[in-house]
Nanobody, 125 residues
Framework: QMQLVESGGGLVQAGGSLRLSCAAS????????MGWFRQAPGKEREFVAA????????DYADSVKGRFTISRDNAKNTVYLQMSSLKPEDTAVYYC??????????????????WGQGTQVTVSL
């Protein structure tokens, strides 16, 4: 069992930066690939970024590549999403997800079996 708690969301102007954190409880964090997804009002949940269990491998959606960076600290059971050059279209609820018992990443939400409650990110003009 794993519980995930996101933090760091908020309101920021376009061009600004935010860092999201996701704190995990449970013993399986260091053996789990982790991902970030987002869902804007009226839209499907979409993949943002993912990282392998070791942190050596990452994957990004084309829409955030070069602007967002995913990282993890297995000693702190925490995964991060550094977001820069934010745009109004980045406005969404951001969710942290764990792919327990799998080291590799996935861009598909169904591949993840634990989810956080989400944190709101709002980017204004």
């Amino acid at each position: 069992q794993m519980q995930l708690v996101e933090s760091g969301g908020g309101l920021v102007q376009a061009g600004g930066s935010l860092r999201l954190s996701c704190a995990a409880s449970g013993r399986t964090f260091s053996s789990s690939a982790m991902g970030w997804f987002r869902q804007a009002p009226g839209k499907e949940r979409e993949f943002v970024a993912a990282i392998t269990q070791s942190g050596a491998g990452t994957d990004y959606a084309d829409s955030v590549k070069g602007r967002f960076t995913i990282s993890r600290d297995n000693a702190k059971n925490t995964v991060y999403l550094q977001m820069s050059s934010l745009k109004p279209e980045d406005t969404a609820v951001y969710y942290c997800a764990a792919r327990s018992r799998y080291y590799s990443t996935s861009t598909t939400s169904k591949a993840y079996d634990y989810w956080g409650q989400g944190t709101q990110v709002t980017v204004s003009l």
